[in-house]
């Protein structure tokens, strides 16, 4: 059984603990008595039947502690002490005649030389209520301590609810924009009475979106499948634009297993086709490329439009769907651990950089 099962079984996890602790007790008490004397070959079996005495009469103490739970410091305090020092007094008894009925010529011995036999069991409660005291601050330093990993693992566990819905968020944004620009270019094709590349480009996008849809927000794909998937999208653009789009890949061999967030370039390459290719009368080329660098994984999305010069380009660089949404999952998925920055190109365009921890299907992401 793991350790994790037996925290989170309390009950398991108190036996557990009060076998260890009282079993502790009873070795070092054997070991004092030991550095002094010679214990009698019967003396380890009267200490586990004091210890299991022990055990047995913090039960009762257990429970009120329990039913006492919610009440202010002060008077849990009194409890605790009264609580000690009484469950002390009822061990100290019973434990004497455990003892008497062991050694009941040491009894008499004991019993000579006290000058009073009640002064004697008064110094003895006291040592035994120390013991349950002992106990009693164990017990709560324990219960402290497992309701403070609880409200942890409970804060954890909203805050990992939370960036994953943050992330959803970040994610399906996509598809309501990219749907809303193909659809809009769909009614024009229609309008143009074009039904033959309409329909050719609405048979792309249910494609496109059904892998869109089928892939999960919270896994990350291989760079080769964020590929195929934006080549799938790149199909219907190319309905559109034809030979005015042109295209240049390359992926590394080494990273081309790599992992990263699923449809993380979509939005740039949509943003590259809105600024760069589809304002210009000749088109333009688009360039995705995936390197490595050490532990690195880079990746790129660049064209040869207008680059920074166009005042339309603002939009992915400051409230738009683009290079906001991307740097948002970013920061969730990774932290700092992580960047995206634009820059120009010459003599025109313009270039994203993204820099992701290198690691692969086989590998742990470091956290």
Known sequence: ?????????????????????????????????????????????????????????????????????????????????????LAGVAWILMRREVFQRFYPEEVAKIAAKSTSEFAYLFEQSLTAASVMLVWSALYFGIKYYLLSQEQK???????????????????????????????????????????????????????????SLESDPMREVSVNDEVASLLLYLEIEKVRFGERLQLDVQVDDDVAQALMPSMLLQPLVENAIKYAIAKSVSGGTIRITATRRENWLLLGVSDDGPGLESKDVLQISGTGVGITNIKGRLQELYGSRQACELRPLEPSGLAVDIRLPLHHPYQARAS
């Open 153 to 211: 693992q409970r804060y954890l566990a909203a805050v990992g609810r939370a960036h994953q819905a943050q992330l959803k968020m970040l994610r399906y944004q996509l598809n309501p924009h990219f749907l809303f620009n193909t659809l809009n270019a769909i009614s024009t094709l229609i309008l143009d009475q074009q039904n033959t590349t309409a329909n050719d480009m609405v048979s792309k996008l249910s494609r496109f979106l059904r892998y």
């Open 1 to 85: 059984m793991s350790i994790s099962a037996i925290t989170d079984n309390k009950r398991l996890l108190f036996w557990i603990l009060q076998l260890w602790g009282w079993s502790a007790w009873a070795v070092t008490f054997y070991l004092g008595v030991a550095f002094w004397d010679t214990p009698s070959p019967t003396y380890p079996l009267y200490l586990a039947i004091v210890g299991a005495v022990g055990m047995l009469i913090t039960l009762p103490l257990r429970l009120i502690y329990r039913l006492s739970w919610d009440k202010s410091p002060a008077p849990r305090a009194i409890l605790v002490l009264l609580g000690s020092y």
